[in-house]
């Protein structure tokens, strides 16, 4: 079925098109949904077509997804190719809040479509300047699968069930990427654990040729502290380095929170065997908490 309005304008839902009815290179082409405005408001001609009902006949019925801003874009395209076809008058009416309706007054007449048409045997020239060849208004899919109109349904394409595919390949390269990396990890922390020497952590600096430990993890802050320290009990029992021979030492002082002038303090002069371990130690030990506490 072909459309004319007013005596001038030829809409074909069939092709999609507007044109002038003596001027085939005229022909405009319209989008889906505007299509469907179209004969919806020529099917209710004069009476009020409601937004919902708009909605529902051009976009949620196909899959599509609607919403005013699409509504509005597709009545201003076709209020536009309308007038660049010659007609000025107001064709589609706006009525706020409700929806829209095709003019009363506007004639609008119906003629079959042939067979074999002079307008199917040309090709749908570009439109005017100002108007958009491909679209009139949007078309925008709720699902990629339903991107197509369900009377026009196509079986999916074997390039994009070939993407899909690449996608998954590359998920599994990077999964599998990612448990290697996972796995040198813990290995490298195995390797760590079985040939790190604790004993690393705990040197202080070295004193002459005995290197000096703590027994616990001194900050970076407390290390000149703990030096000083160190030297001066050393210093004090006038005891000495022995080569092969390691220092240990530790301060109350160092590690309590409270400052009282009292401590005591430790120090044991350690052999080293062939091991690295310490298997000999002479230790001395100072406690002069008793005598700052009767101060």
């Keep these: 079925m072909i459309y004319v309005i007013e005596n001038k304008i030829v809409f074909n839902p069939e092709d999609n098109t507007l044109s002038l009815q003596d001027d085939i ?9 505007a299509r469907r405005i179209l004969l919806l408001l020529i099917e209710h001609h004069g009476t009020v077509v409601q937004r919902d ?21 597709c009545i201003s395209k076709l209020r536009k190719v309308i007038n660049t076809l010659g007609h000025s008058e107001e064709v589609i009416i706006t009525v706020p809040k409700v929806g829209f309706l095709l003019k009363k007054e506007i004639v609008i007449s119906t003629r079959e479509s042939p067979i074999s048409s002079s307008i199917t045997d040309h090709q749908v020239t570009p439109e005017p300047p100002g108007i958009n060849t491909e679209t009139v ?4 899919p709720l699902f990629s699968s339903l991107y197509q109109e369900k009377e026009a349904e196509l079986p999916s394409s074997p390039v994009k069930e070939t993407r899909k595919g690449a996608t998954r390949n590359h998920l599994n390269l990077l999964i599998s990427i990612f448990s290697f990396a ?19 952590r705990l040197q202080i600096t070295m004193l002459g040729d005995c290197p000096l430990y703590s027994t616990s993890i001194i900050p970076a802050s407390q290390k000149p502290n703990f030096i000083h320290l160190a030297r001066h009990f050393i210093d004090k029992n006038k005891i000495k380095c022995n080569p092969g021979d390691i220092f240990i030492f530790q301060s109350e002082s160092v590690f309590s929170m409270i400052k009282t002038g009292a401590s005591r303090e430790f120090l ?28």
């Design 137 to 140: 208004c949007l078309e925008k």
């Design 182 to 200: 996972l796995f040198l990890l813990a290995f490298a922390i195995i390797l760590r654990d079985h040939f790190y020497d604790p004993k690393d």
């Design 268 to 295: 044991a002069q350690c052999r080293v065997n062939k091991n690295n371990d310490a298997d000999a130690c002479l230790s001395v030990y100072i406690n002069n908490r008793k005598d700052n506490d009767k101060r």
């Design 25 to 33: 290179n005229s022909q405009v082409a319209i989008s889906n949904p």
């Design 53 to 73: 009902t708009i909605f529902k006949k051009v976009w949620d019925d196909f899959g599509l997804v609607s919403s005013n801003n699409n509504l509005n874009h």
